[in-house]
């Protein structure tokens, strides 16, 4: 008992000369960080460094340009012409193994947050939701080995690169947070409101959350003196899901969480259309939003949700509903 | 080089005041919103709402943290959650928010949902007028706000 005792504690002694001694025999800030091996002489001073330089996500700074200097060596076709070394982007052709094996172990700083909040600001204008509208960069440093997968939702948000590899070291990971409006991809934004996104980054297993919220103005003759039309259309819609016994889809349901703000786009979307250019009377588009959200057919017409000759007239191409029968 | 013959001295009463007077005018003010909050537990969907935007209107992100629920706060630290939703005030440049109208919720079980107007001005002058709502859930505590929305 006494020599194990006197053996731990010669272990700790030992531990902490190797903790103490390690910046005075000189390892440099440029040396790699973290060996193969955390058992290392390397390793304490090295994960003092790391605690302090990975704050994740909250060490995230947004930059409006690359922060990555450039790669020195020619990147090869595995490799991203934007991430340093030894970042490498996994194109989705050639997805990420979960094998571990031969990557070094994750740091994690104490108190890492497994959430936060990653602003996208305002989009300039409604009418500039048909094409790419905003790009804004996600910078994390990373120690250790990793290998992540970024997952987003709903389809207009889209991060770039989705999955990513540093086997050893230390990097810098920048993602591309996009938004996409995409009808074919089902990836459109909701008018008058804040859209929110959710962005799920898993390293190692490790999950950290963001959310993404992104101010959509509404579109033009959709105004504040608008607000009982819009909320006359809402409890019309109230009315119909409750009289199906369907009133929690305006809640929330796993597809729609806020049905009721993702109705309430929908009508300020066909309110700012002119009603689909007159093409879609109030009940009929009523039916159609109710549908969408309940996920149900209720008249019976095979078709839930809108139908493709609704987008023809300028219903969103995004929320085209599905063929039942 | 700080001063090494600074000796602190306890404060005087003012003239004509108990020293009591101070102590429970810290006590109000340290224990008001606690008591705003536990005004709100037995107030309906829409009144919830209505305050936690209020506090959004006036970046009082404190008190709005209060009302959330329970998940909603085991998510996000009190710190955390004003740090950010300041930040992205100011990144979107907000300038002032004002609440056009609060309507009625719809309730089923031990949820709710509480649709909104705001107004919001941003810095450049323009003013976007937003149509959203709000997700509570009913808790021991009374209705509480889900956040993040979705």
């Not at chain 1, 009289?243 to 049905?259: K, R, T, V, W, Y």
């Not at chain 2, 629920?69 to 002032?96: M, N, P, T």
């Not at chain 2, 941003?122 to 859930?137: A, I, R």
Request: glycine content about 10%; some cysteine; overall charge neutral.
């Amino acid at each position: 008992m006494h020599r194990s005792k006197a053996r731990i504690s010669s272990i700790i002694c030992l531990l902490l000369s190797l903790i103490f001694l390690d910046p005075l025999l000189g390892s440099g800030s440029g040396q790699p960080i973290l060996g193969a091996s955390a058992a290392g002489p390397a390793f304490p001073a090295g994960f003092l460094r790391l605690t302090a330089s990975l704050p994740l996500p909250s060490g995230y700074g947004l930059a409006g340009s690359a922060q990555t200097p450039p790669p020195e060596n020619k990147p090869d076709a595995a490799t991203s012409d934007y991430l340093a070394d030894p970042l490498r982007l996994l194109f989705p052709s050639a997805p990420a193994s979960l094998d571990l094996s031969n990557t070094d172990q994750a740091i994690f700083a104490n108190g890492t947050p497994g959430f936060d909040l990653f602003a996208l600001g305002v989009l300039s204008s409604a009418e500039s939701t048909t094409t790419t509208a905003l790009t804004k960069t996600l910078t994390l440093e990373l120690g250790g080995g990793f290998r992540g997968r970024v997952f987003a939702s709903p389809a207009w948000l889209d991060p770039l690169p989705d999955r990513f590899i540093n086997p050893q070291g230390q990097g810098k990971l920048q993602i591309e947070v996009k938004v996409r409006q995409d009808a074919g991809q089902g990836a459109g934004l909701l008018p008058g409101q804040t859209n929110w996104g959710r962005l799920l980054l898993s390293l190692n297993g490790t999950l950290f959350d963001y959310a993404v919220p992104l101010l959509v103005p509404a579109p033009n003759g959709v105004g504040r003196a608008e607000g009982e039309g819009v909320f006359t259309l809402y409890r019309h819609l109230t009315a119909r899901l409750d009289a199906q016994g369907d009133l929690d889809a305006l809640i929330g349901s796993p597809a729609f969480p806020n049905g009721g703000q993702f109705a309430l786009g929908l009508i300020v979307d066909y309110l700012g259309e002119k009603e689909y250019n007159g093409r879609l009377p109030q009940l009929q588009f009523l039916d159609r939003v109710a549908e969408t959200l309940a996920a149900k057919d209720y008249n019976a017409d095979g078709w839930i949700g809108f139908k493709p000759e609704d987008v023809v007239i300028g219903a969103p191409g995004w929320a085209l509903g599905k063929k039942t029968k | 080089m700080p001063s090494s013959n600074f000796q602190p001295r306890p404060a005087r009463p003012l003239p004509g005041r108990s020293p009591w007077f101070g102590r429970l005018a810290l006590a109000l003010v340290t224990a008001l919103p606690l008591v705003l909050t536990a005004c709100a537990d037995g107030l309906p969907p829409t009144d919830v709402a209505r305050r936690y935007l209020g506090n959004m209107r006036d970046a009082a992100y404190s008190p709005a943290y209060d009302l959330l629920s329970a998940d909603s706060q085991l998510k996000v630290s009190r710190s955390q959650y004003s740090d950010r939703l300041g930040r992205a005030r100011q990144e979107a440049g907000i300038v002032k928010t004002e609440i056009v109208q609060v309507l009625e919720p719809s309730i089923v079980g031990k949820r709710a949902s509480v649709p909104y107007q705001l107004e919001v001005t941003l810095q450049n002058g323009q003013k976007l007028t937003l149509f959203e709502s709000m997700v509570l859930l009913q808790q021991d505590n009374g209705w509480r706000v889900l956040w993040p929305p979705q």
